[in-house]
């Protein structure tokens, strides 16, 4: 049997956080409910934030309340504090995912918060949680490489992981918030975090800033990791770290993994008719290449003068 990936739609958040106008609330629930029938394994539907913070998701609430829930899809929501938490367990969510920066810059400029200081809040939200079913996943932002401060160093990386693994999460996802990381870094973070903390389910989630997105996801798929965030047409970034563009595009990101033989449990088809509606929702053409090209399976008839022999 095809070894299975999960691919973790986040285009409703991080996409959406980013995009220059709001995306009416019942336009999000129409493209989260349509992704719902994709098989994807998760959608980051929202974020519970400061709505002066994040403008364009303060309308969290009414698109959790909106959506028609896919029996088979997890929705995750992203929290950075308890206020954010509470909202997110009062909307219904499967999964928290809480957010914290590995540099202190960038925590800074994004939460108002060091690492440290977000640590020191995880516990009480992850204490809200207690005793429902939701599961809890951090996702380390900046993990290689932060746009203030440059390297990252991996030891502070497996010291995050340490704390957070410590404070009982189900999962970590390692954030390469500006296409910062290449193969070679993502591979070897990867294979330590897993030798370290095989308790842990990891998720890489990579922005292809730089290009490297999708070496940088077969990088850490050879490295065993098996899950990955990815966002529709290639949208999305942090609006606190300059010079972020687009995450590792999904529906590319399915071909590549379908076409070496794996199994995504994506139906590639549905997922592109959902990615040719982008440009539309956004107002702007859009990253994701396997929209414009067509499969690698496309095929062209022969020029006529080839074909005529
Ligand atoms: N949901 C709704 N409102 C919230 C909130 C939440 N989770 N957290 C804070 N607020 C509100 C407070 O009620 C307060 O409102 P007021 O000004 O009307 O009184 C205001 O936001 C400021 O609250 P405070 O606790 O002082 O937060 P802050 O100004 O220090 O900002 C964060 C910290 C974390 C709330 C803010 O930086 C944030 O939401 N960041 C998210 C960034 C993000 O999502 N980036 C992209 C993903 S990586
Ligand atoms: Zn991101």
């Known amino acids: 049997m095809a070894q299975r990936i999960f691919i973790n739609e986040v285009a409703p958040r991080d996409g959406l956080q980013i995009e220059a106008r709001f995306v009416p609330t019942p336009d999000k629930i129409a493209l989260i409910d349509a992704l719902s029938r994709t098989g994807v394994a998760k959608i980051e539907a929202t974020s519970f934030t400061s709505p002066k913070a994040i403008p364009n998701l303060a309308d969290a609430g009414?698109?959790?309340?909106?959506?028609?829930?896919?029996?088979?899809?997890?929705?995750v929501a992203l929290v950075p504090n308890e206020r954010g938490a509470e909202r997110a367990l009062a909307a219904g969510v499967d999964e928290l995912n809480l957010v914290l920066s590995a540099s202190d810059s960038h925590g800074l400029a994004n939460l108002r918060m060091t690492p440290w200081q977000s640590l020191a809040r995880f516990e009480h939200m992850i204490a809200l949680a207690r005793g429902s079913n939701v599961s809890i996943n951090a996702s380390i932002s900046t993990t290689f490489g932060c746009p203030f401060e440059g390297d990252v160093p991996a030891s502070?990386?497996?010291?995050?992981?340490?704390a957070l693994a410590a404070l009982g999460v189900d999962g970590i996802t390692l954030c390469d918030t500006t296409g910062m990381a290449n193969p070679q870094q993502v591979s070897a973070l990867c294979k330590d975090v897993i030798k370290r903390h095989p308790e842990l389910l990891l998720t890489l989630h990579v922005h292809d800033t730089r290009g490297m997105g999708l070496a940088n996801a077969l990088a850490a798929w050879q490295a065993g990791i098996i899950r990955f965030d990815a966002a529709l047409g290639g949208l999305g970034g942090c609006?606190?770290?300059?010079?972020?563009?687009?995450n590792v595009c999904s529906e590319d990101l399915v071909h590549m993994f379908e076409t070496m033989g794996l199994d995504t449990g994506v139906d590639l088809d549905a997922l592109l008719a959902v990615a040719e509606t982008l440009p539309a929702l956004v107002g702007h053409e859009v990253p994701g290449q396997v929209v414009k090209a067509g499969r690698s399976s496309r095929r062209y008839p022969l020029p006529a003068h080839v074909a005529r022999g």
């Open 62 to 75: 009414d698109v959790m309340a909106g959506i028609t829930r896919h029996e088979d899809v997890d929705y």
């Open 239 to 246: 609006p606190f770290a300059p010079g972020a563009s687009g």
């Open 156 to 162: 502070r990386i497996l010291e995050i992981v340490r």
